[in-house]
T-cell receptor
Framework: ELKVEQNPLFLSMQEGKNYTIYCNYSTTSDRLYWYRQDPGKSLESLFVLLSNGAVKQEGRLMASLDTKARLSTLHITAAVHDLSATYFCAVWRGKIIFGKGTRLHILP | EPEVTQTPSHQVTQMGQEVILRCVPISNHLYFYWYRQILGQKVEFLVSFYNNEISEKSEIFDDQFSVERPDGSNFTLKIRSTKLEDSAMYFC?????????????FGAGSRLTVL
């Protein structure tokens, strides 16, 4: 059974700081996703990573994938309050399997 | 930008009642999914649907659940006899393909409250 584990599950940080969310998964997959969810809202696709060493960046967020280690990271640079949300890592195995999510709270 | 539309946004029902949640996927998408999220918890896969049949379903998707694509646009999730533990946000998603980048686009969700 595929397991997707994120850490931390909750992160409170100051604006302007950098931090990384980690995502480990238990079996091989050819696709890894990062989604964002604001409270009470839907899931918004941020990144899709398809190959070992893939790196994608959008604004202050950068995602990377190491398929050998079965590890993806989501790095936040110089956090701003608008990035407060829950971030889900998800892995494809015929369907998307989500991690538990990391609730990110950025203090102004 | 194309979007997945879900109705109702919120439904309150009594335990034992039947509920139908409706979804209109993006028009050129071929793969359809239902997920659910119990408040504050992880997003769980329920079922995937392609070519008018179920591709895969999870343990959660028992005999009380069914899906249907009654016409060319709607994709429905029916819960025959709701239980308290069915209270959750139900998300419909669709994608164009199941290979390559295959991004699932999610709807805004239908919140189901079972009393």
């Amino acid at each position: 059974e595929l397991k997707v584990e994120q850490n931390p599950l909750f992160l409170s940080m100051q604006e302007g700081k950098n931090y990384t969310i980690y995502c480990n998964y238990s079996t091989t997959s050819d696709r890894l996703y990062w989604y964002r969810q604001d409270p009470g809202k839907s899931l918004e696709s941020l990144f899709v990573l398809l190959s070992n060493g893939a790196v994608k960046q959008e604004g202050r967020l950068m995602a990377s994938l190491d398929t050998k280690a079965r590890l993806s990271t989501l790095h936040i640079t110089a956090a701003v309050h608008d990035l407060s949300a829950t971030y889900f890592c998800a892995v494809w195995r015929g369907k998307i399997i989500f991690g538990k999510g990391t609730r990110l709270h950025i203090l102004p | 930008e194309p979007e997945v539309t879900q109705t109702p946004s919120h439904q309150v029902t009594q335990m034992g009642q039947e509920v139908i949640l409706r979804c209109v996927p993006i028009s050129n998408h071929l793969y359809f999914y239902w997920y659910r999220q119990i408040l504050g918890q992880k997003v769980e896969f329920l079922v995937s649907f392609y070519n008018n049949e179920i591709s895969e379903k999870s343990e959660i998707f028992d005999d009380q659940f069914s899906v249907e694509r009654p016409d060319g646009s709607n994709f429905t999730l029916k819960i025959r006899s709701t239980k308290l533990e069915d209270s959750a946000m139900y998300f419909c998603a669709s994608s164009q393909q199941d290979s390559g980048a295959n991004v699932l686009t999610f709807g805004a969700g239908s919140r189901l409250t079972v009393l």
